[in-house]
């Protein structure tokens, strides 16, 4: 049996990439090939299974390129011994996870990090769950998901940076950077793999895998930056859409997979499908198995994620002349490079020192770390009378049903989370305020109201867990804690699988029995603060009228108690803005603030007027519009200044603004950059944003803020899908969120 003892193995580095692949492929057989473009799942393998289970079997005859979401430094050795020493090749396997906010310490859902504006802080997020999960055993994260989703309907906005391109591209970046470090060459840096390739999150209707269909211009001005910014950072492997893109599933789209990835943007890594995503593409009518994993190899997807579509069909494939050799070898060059460029051909234990678990996973640091960006993603959506900050002193009620529950801090996507070690939120709150706030708890309500459960438990066939008290008796009990308190924290929102993966929404209220809940509570005439659970926008058209103070919490992963308890009594001062609009009804979906202008635009302040472009039951605003959120204090913005009105091709121009911090508390301010186009040879939208700053200014005082813009930043894609920048007007303008904003404008010659 060849093993990479002696010759090979022990000094692979002597070689250049290439010789030494070239030197591994030789010694392949065509199965063996295959084998490496498999990602099959590892089932309920167990240490000291291992070597029985059924992957195991696989493993061992080279027909396993790597597993997925499997836990554990132990099992993951195991099995990496299988391959290393028990395969005739023994090339190590990958060993994947969707470790997306964390791996056991949670930090806030993706939508929620993406509210801080503070790219240090993501990329950290993304470093400490690259050092979790390295010291699990973990060398390839499926993460960072990039897609641009502006429509709350879909539940996966929750797993996504917002509805902006320029955003979610600084943030992609961000998070490939925190992930794989110095190109992985570490034991604690992993391969990022960016998703989902692409448009994923412009499904029709918001309904999930459902259908994309849209212009070419909207693609590359609006969808594709972020995917491109993860390519230029490095990224090591890319994940295919479910959806389709003009017609043809991403899974086997030529045309996105090798001549916009690959050939236009130069992407060197691999390219992994989504679950089953290649079997998928016989309900999406591209014909059977063979044909599906035919298309799916030749557009440019290098790997199988559990279809086992390339396993059983591709050798047939090349036999027929359907797959040609050299693009399965393309393939599995592809991921033996990843292989290489990880590190594993020099150590195929490099992820798994048994010693690192206990001393970095969930420890201390890293929950600190968390616990202050979680303060740091909550955005202050209303705060009348200045009801917030709390005092630290007196009987404050938790109430409702998130509140005394583990499960449902980290939010969605937190696979490697211990629910029981994370803090509920009055736990949290008791550890970060110790005794000098009585907390008293109810729960209040369910998640649901009785019949809701009813009805979903017929739809899914089970019964969904639920307290046996029923609605009236919850909620009696709540009132009774309610009059002991001089202060109610509600507690209120989606329960964390009311959004991510399959989680449409038709209809973005909170939850019946907890809207009742709140009725109640605000009855009591007590000052009431809604501390809002969700995963995506949801319309909050009552809560803005009738509630005094709304806190949105978004998941704020394992540390959300205490980080919670730090911004309402007042240690963090609130510093998110919403990097998605927050609509007033269902209705207006998709709602964006980078729309384009109608030929037939409302006036300045008008909802309706008759024969222009609105709605006759709603206006055309958002309820809180993207880059909103309060502070304790408030900032007031000076007139945006230019330092010239005209600007050459090769020029610049500074934009100025000065910002007084005019309120009590020191503060934190996102301070937001969009320009708007005025005439162009295609339709542009009202306002893009080209920057932003986040700025701590101290009370009382004044900051100078500026902002370079050059003529590379006017840039978009023309109706011909060529990148320019054409000469004419353009409106800049600086402000706190993207409506109440002040202008200049400057002409491009
Ligand atoms: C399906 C999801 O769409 C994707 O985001 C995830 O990474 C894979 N499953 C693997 O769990």
């Given at each position: 049996?060849?093993?990479?003892?002696?010759?090979?193995?022990?000094?692979?580095?002597?070689?250049?990439?290439?010789?030494?692949?070239?030197?591994?492929?030789?010694?392949?057989?065509?199965?063996?090939?295959?084998?490496?473009?498999?990602?099959?799942?590892?089932?309920?393998?167990?240490?000291?299974?291992?070597?029985?289970?059924?992957?195991?079997?696989?493993?061992?005859?080279?027909?396993?390129?790597?597993?997925?979401?499997?836990?554990?430094?132990?099992?993951?050795?195991?099995?990496?011994?299988?391959?290393?020493?028990?395969?005739?090749?023994?090339?190590?396997?990958?060993?994947?996870?969707?470790?997306?906010?964390?791996?056991?310490?949670?930090?806030?859902?993706?939508?929620?990090?993406?509210?801080?504006?503070?790219?240090?802080?993501?990329?950290?997020?993304?470093?400490?769950?690259?050092?979790?999960?390295?010291?699990?055993?973990?060398?390839?994260?499926?993460?960072?998901?990039?897609?641009?989703c502006r429509d709350a309907r879909?539940?996966?906005?929750?797993?996504?940076?917002?509805e902006?391109?320029?955003?979610?591209?600084?943030?992609?970046?961000?998070?490939?950077?925190?992930?794989?470090?110095?190109?992985?060459?570490?034991?604690?840096?992993?391969?990022?793999?960016?998703?989902?390739?692409?448009?994923?999150?412009g499904?029709?209707?918001g309904?999930?895998?459902?259908?994309?269909?849209?212009?070419?211009?909207?693609?590359?001005?609006?969808?594709?930056?972020?995917?491109?910014?993860?390519?230029?950072?490095?990224?090591?492997?890319?994940?295919?859409?479910?959806?389709?893109?003009?017609?043809?599933?991403?899974?086997?789209?030529?045309?996105?997979?090798?001549?916009?990835?690959?050939?236009?943007?130069?992407?060197?890594?691999?390219?992994?499908?989504?679950?089953?995503?290649?079997?998928?593409?016989?309900?999406?009518?591209?014909?059977?198995?063979?044909?599906?994993?035919?298309?799916?190899?030749?557009?440019?997807?290098?790997?199988?994620?559990?279809?086992?579509?390339?396993?059983?069909?591709?050798?047939?494939?090349?036999?027929?002349?359907?797959?040609?050799?050299?693009?399965?070898?393309?393939?599995?060059?592809?991921?033996?490079?990843?292989?290489?460029?990880?590190?594993?051909?020099?150590?195929?234990?490099?992820?798994?020192?048994?010693?690192?678990?206990?001393?970095?996973?969930?420890?201390?640091?890293?929950?600190?770390?968390?616990?202050?960006?979680?303060?740091?993603?909550?955005?202050?959506?209303?705060?009348?009378?200045?009801?917030?900050?709390?005092?630290?002193?007196?009987?404050?009620?938790?109430?409702?049903?998130?509140?005394?529950?583990?499960?449902?801090?980290?939010?969605?996507?937190?696979?490697?989370?211990?629910?029981?070690?994370?803090?509920?939120?009055?736990?949290?709150?008791?550890?970060?305020?110790?005794?000098?706030?009585?907390?008293?708890?109810?729960?209040?309500?369910?998640?649901?109201?009785?019949?809701?459960?009813?009805?979903?438990?017929?739809?899914?066939?089970?019964?969904?867990?639920?307290?046996?008290?029923?609605?009236?008796?919850?909620?009696?009990?709540?009132?009774?804690?309610?009059?002991?308190?001089?202060?109610?924290?509600?507690?209120?929102?989606?329960?964390?699988?009311?959004?991510?993966?399959?989680?449409?929404?038709?209809?973005?209220?909170?939850?019946?029995?907890?809207?009742?809940?709140?009725?109640?509570?605000?009855?009591?005439?007590?000052?009431?603060?809604?501390?809002?659970?969700?995963?995506?926008?949801?319309?909050?058209?009552?809560?803005?009228?009738?509630?005094?103070?709304?806190?949105?919490?978004?998941?704020?992963?394992?540390?959300?108690?205490?980080?919670?308890?730090?911004?309402?009594?007042?240690?963090?001062?609130?510093?998110?803005?919403?990097?998605?609009t927050?609509p007033?009804?269902?209705?207006q979906l998709p709602l964006f603030?980078?729309h384009?202008?109608?030929?037939?635009?409302?006036?300045?302040?008008?909802?309706?007027?008759?024969?222009?472009?609105?709605?006759?039951?709603?206006?055309?605003?958002?309820?809180?519009?993207?880059?909103?959120?309060?502070?304790?204090?408030?900032?007031?913005?000076?007139?945006?200044?230019?330092?010239?009105?005209?600007?050459?091709?090769?020029?610049?121009?500074?934009?100025?603004?000065?910002?007084?911090?005019?309120?009590?508390?020191?503060?934190?301010?996102?301070?937001?950059?969009?320009?708007?186009?005025?005439?162009?040879?295609?339709?542009?939208?009202?306002?893009?944003?080209?920057?932003?700053?986040?700025?701590?200014?101290?009370?009382?005082?004044?900051?100078?803020?500026?902002?370079?813009?050059?003529?590379?930043?006017?840039?978009?894609?023309?109706?011909?899908?060529?990148?320019?920048?054409?000469?004419?007007?353009?409106?800049?303008?600086?402000?706190?969120?993207?409506?109440?904003?002040?202008?200049?404008?400057?002409?491009?010659?």
């Open positions: 049996m060849f093993a990479f003892s002696s010759v090979v193995y022990s000094n692979p580095y002597n070689n250049r990439m290439d010789e030494f692949i070239d030197n591994l492929m030789s010694k392949m057989t065509l199965e063996e090939k295959i084998g490496q473009l498999n990602l099959p799942a590892s089932g309920e393998i167990i240490t000291g299974q291992a070597k029985s289970s059924n992957v195991a079997e696989r493993i061992c005859k080279g027909q396993v390129g790597g597993l997925l979401n499997l836990k554990g430094v132990e099992r993951i050795r195991d099995l990496q011994k299988l391959a290393v020493e028990e395969s005739r090749l023994g090339i190590p396997l990958l060993f994947g996870m969707d470790v997306i906010h964390g791996y056991e310490t949670i930090f806030p859902i993706p939508l929620g990090l993406s509210c801080t504006w503070n790219m240090e802080a993501i990329e950290q997020s993304a470093r400490i769950a690259a050092i979790e999960a390295s010291a699990d055993g973990i060398c390839w994260t499926f993460s960072p998901m990039v897609d641009v879909w539940g996966r906005i929750s797993e996504g940076n917002g902006d391109p320029y955003l979610g591209s600084e943030i992609a970046r961000a998070m490939v950077r925190g992930y794989q470090g110095d190109a992985m060459k570490r034991n604690d840096e992993i391969m990022a793999c960016v998703k989902h390739f692409a448009l994923y999150g499904a029709e209707a309904r999930d895998y459902n259908s994309v269909d849209m212009s070419r211009q909207r693609m590359f001005n609006d969808y594709m930056p972020p995917y491109k910014a993860a390519v230029e950072a490095g990224a090591g492997s890319m994940m295919a859409a479910f959806n389709d893109v003009d017609g043809i599933p991403a899974t086997g789209n030529k045309w996105l997979m090798t001549d916009l990835l690959r050939k236009d943007w130069g992407f060197d890594g691999f390219v992994v499908s989504d679950y089953t995503g290649i079997t998928e593409m016989v309900d999406h009518g591209m014909g059977d198995v063979q044909d599906v994993a035919a298309l799916s190899v030749n557009a440019g997807v290098d790997m199988d994620m559990v279809s086992d579509a390339f396993m059983t069909t591709l050798v047939r494939s090349v036999e027929e002349g359907k797959v040609s050799e050299e693009t399965i070898d393309t393939a599995c060059r592809r991921i033996l490079e990843a292989k290489y460029k990880l590190g594993l051909f020099e150590d195929p234990y490099k992820y798994c020192d048994l010693k690192r678990p206990a001393k970095q996973i969930f420890c201390d640091k890293h929950r600190k770390i968390a616990r202050k960006i979680a303060a740091e993603s909550f955005v202050l959506l209303k705060n009348e009378g200045n009801i917030l900050p709390l005092q630290k002193k007196g009987t404050v009620a938790v109430i409702g049903p998130l509140a005394n529950t583990k499960a449902n801090m980290p939010g969605t996507w937190s696979v490697a989370a211990v629910a029981e070690n994370i803090p509920t939120l009055v736990e949290g709150m008791r550890f970060a305020l110790g005794d000098k706030v009585d907390i008293i708890t109810a729960k209040g309500s369910n998640l649901m109201s009785d019949a809701a459960y009813e009805e979903r438990a017929t739809m899914f066939g089970r019964s969904l867990n639920r307290d046996s008290r029923t609605d009236q008796q919850l909620l009696n009990e709540a009132l009774e804690v309610a009059a002991k308190a001089d202060v109610i924290v509600a507690a209120i929102g989606e329960s964390s699988e009311m959004s991510g993966e399959c989680s449409s929404r038709s209809e973005l209220d909170i939850p019946d029995t907890q809207r009742t809940l709140l009725e109640a509570l605000l009855k009591t005439g007590k000052p009431v603060v809604l501390t809002l659970f969700t995963g995506r926008p949801l319309v909050l058209n009552w809560e803005h009228k009738n509630v005094p103070a709304i806190l949105n919490v978004w998941f704020g992963g394992s540390e959300t108690g205490s980080a919670i308890a730090d911004v309402l009594f007042g240690d963090v001062n609130p510093s998110g803005k919403l990097t998605t927050f007033q009804a269902v209705g603030y980078a384009k202008n109608t030929g037939r635009p409302l006036g300045e302040g008008r909802w309706f007027e008759k024969f222009r472009s609105n709605y006759i039951d709603v206006s055309n605003d958002p309820l809180y519009p993207f880059g909103y959120g309060l502070s304790y204090t408030t900032f007031e913005y000076g007139d945006v200044i230019l330092n010239t009105k005209s600007m050459s091709m090769d020029g610049e121009i500074t934009a100025t603004v000065n910002i007084k911090n005019a309120g009590n508390y020191d503060g934190y301010e996102v301070v937001q950059l969009y320009i708007k186009d005025l005439i162009a040879s295609v339709t542009r939208p009202v306002k893009e944003l080209k920057g932003f700053k986040k700025i701590f200014i101290k009370a009382g005082e004044t900051k100078t803020i500026s902002f370079k813009i050059s003529p590379e930043m006017l840039k978009f894609y023309n109706f011909n899908i060529d990148y320019v920048v054409e000469v004419g007007d353009f409106d800049v303008m600086i402000g706190p969120n993207s409506r109440d904003v002040k202008s200049a404008r400057f002409t491009l010659r």
